[in-house]
């Protein structure tokens, strides 16, 4: 069984610098991107963007772009989810989520559990 | 185009037909994904392409499109249907994903 397991829920101050992560199992890891989304409290869901992990290849929404990094351990099937400077507006639930098909995009068929990323002094 | 609109809540009497809507321009050449979501809970995708449901999503969910509006239809609604549905698809660059604002379906 495909599966997308999440690391576990984060409390961080303004400043600090964060990094989830999304294990992937049961499939060929190099076969689809990862997608990363964000979910505001009480808000909608976001794409933030995603990540081939064959090269590491990214595309960032221009909400997200700079402020995120997202990266690949190819020798664990881990994608990651990077800040280096948390606002507290990044107060969320973040989900990574891989395609039904290879190449696909927007078909997101399976989801990690979601990560709760708390921002407060 | 960069957006994709939906309403913001809709409700269905159990047991009745409902359809939730999605407008916006990149959906004149594209499919929309379309995703349930509950409190707490992980996103489920339960409408793909033309019109397909991954495996365990029951045929009361079905997606139509035309023009520049998805739709995505229970026929039956049942309690447990109850949930935000967000639409999805790509912007006309393609190598982007949307997310509508999501319509909160409410079953009397």
């Known amino acids: 069984e495909v599966q997308l397991v999440q690391s576990g829920a984060e409390v961080k101050k303004p400043g600090e610098s964060l990094t989830i992560s999304c294990k992937a199992s049961?499939?060929?890891?190099?076969?689809?991107?990862i997608n990363w989304v964000r979910q505001r409290p009480g808000k909608g869901l976001e794409w933030m963007g995603r990540?081939?992990?064959?090269?590491?290849?990214?595309n960032y929404s221009p909400s997200f772009q700079g402020h995120v990094t997202f990266s690949i351990d190819e020798s664990t099937n881990t994608a990651h989810l990077q800040w280096t400077s948390l606002m507290t507006s990044d107060t969320a639930t973040y989900f990574c989520?891989?395609?039904?098909?290879?190449?696909?995009?927007?078909?997101?068929?399976?989801w990690g559990q979601g990560t709760l990323v708390i921002v407060s002094s | 185009s960069s957006e994709l609109t939906q309403d913001p809540a809709v409700s269905v009497a159990l047991g009745q037909t409902v359809r939730i809507t999605c407008q916006g321009d990149s959906l004149r050449n594209m499919y929309a994904s379309w995703y349930q979501a509950k409190p707490g809970q992980a996103p489920i995708l339960v409408i793909y392409g033309k019109n397909n449901r991954p495996s365990g999503i029951p045929d009361r969910f079905s997606g139509s499109s035309s023009g520049n509006t998805a739709s995505l239809t229970i026929t039956g609604a049942q309690a447990e249907d109850e949930a935000d549905y967000y639409c999805s698809s790509r912007d006309t660059s393609g190598k982007r994903v949307m997310f509508g604002g999501g319509t909160k379906l409410t079953v009397l």
């Open positions: 990540i081939d992990p064959r090269d590491s290849y990214t």
């Open positions: 049961a499939y060929r890891f190099t076969t689809y991107w």
């Open positions: 989520a891989r395609p039904n098909l290879p190449g696909d995009t927007t078909a997101l068929s399976h």
